[in-house]
């Protein structure tokens, strides 16, 4: 049986929220987003988890989070880096004896069991692959004028969310290479793999509900969601 693990990345600084408290601590309806994000791996078929913490969050994550919540399958909680893909090497480097990782951000806390599953049958057959859904809005490029610049066909953009999900070797090995090379351009883990992986990656389908909680607006999405799919429970109110 191949072993799975899921990565979840919760080091980040959230300075496009501009709270105080990192993002992945604001509370939703109670609950830290993290704690959605944790809860919906724990319910998937992944076989661990690693948590990803900021400097002085390890113990925060244990106590309030995965022991409270009885998360079982965080099996380790270990410090990030400055950039995402600093933490998400360190992530890497914790694994151990996994044969596939999905690698997902915390601030994602609506990932639906549909494309957990998707993503670790999709890995199994490609190698590397990740969750994005086609574009709704037209494209432009724009110079720093403001100028148009270009309207790319919008048949080929996706926006690209996470899990990314790959084959072990392939990007722990993918990542050794970037980060011996010195490259800071990456701003998600399929670039990496493209890079230095030497194997395709694909697109699975996503959801347009797994967006990232980036900005205060998305908060109030993220509550309103939460509210629409327990109506009458009062579970944000
Ligand atoms: N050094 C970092 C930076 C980001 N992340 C995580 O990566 C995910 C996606 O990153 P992003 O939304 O950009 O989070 P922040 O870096 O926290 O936000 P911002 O860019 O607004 O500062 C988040 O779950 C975040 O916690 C991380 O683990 N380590
Ligand atoms: C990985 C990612 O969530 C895919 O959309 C995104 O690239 C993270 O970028 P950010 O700059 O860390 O928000």
């Not at 933490?87 to 004896?97: K, M, N, R």
Request: net charge negative.
């Amino acid at each position: 049986m191949a072993k799975y693990t899921a990565i979840v990345l919760s080091a980040g600084k959230g300075s496009r929220m501009g709270s105080s408290v990192h993002k992945q601590y604001l509370l939703l309806c109670g609950r830290p987003v993290i704690y959605y994000t944790l809860k919906a791996f724990e319910e998937s078929p992944v076989d661990e988890i690693v948590l990803v913490t900021g400097e002085g969050e390890e113990e925060y994550c244990r106590k309030e989070i995965v022991e409270k919540y009885k998360l079982h399958k965080v099996t380790k909680i270990v410090k990030g880096g400055k950039e995402r893909y600093h933490s998400v090497f360190q992530g890497l480097s914790a694994c151990e004896h996994t044969d596939y990782v999905l690698i997902h951000d915390g601030a994602r806390p609506f990932i639906e069991q549909e494309v957990i599953r998707h993503t670790m049958d999709e890995v199994q057959k490609k190698h590397a692959c990740i969750a994005a859904v086609p574009v709704k809005d037209t494209i432009k490029k724009v110079d720093e004028n403001g100028k148009v610049e270009d309207t790319p066909p919008r048949k080929s953009l996706y926006m690209v969310q996470t899990p990314q999900a790959f084959s072990y070797s392939l990007i722990y090995d993918s990542y050794q290479k970037m980060i011996a090379d010195g490259r800071e351009d990456v701003t998600d883990d399929a670039m990496v793999v493209e890079a230095y992986g030497k194997v395709p990656v694909y697109v699975i389908d996503g959801s347009y509900r797994n967006f990232k909680i980036t900005t205060p607006e998305d908060l109030e999405m993220a509550e309103f969601m939460l509210n629409a799919g327990n109506p009458g429970k009062g579970v944000c109110s």
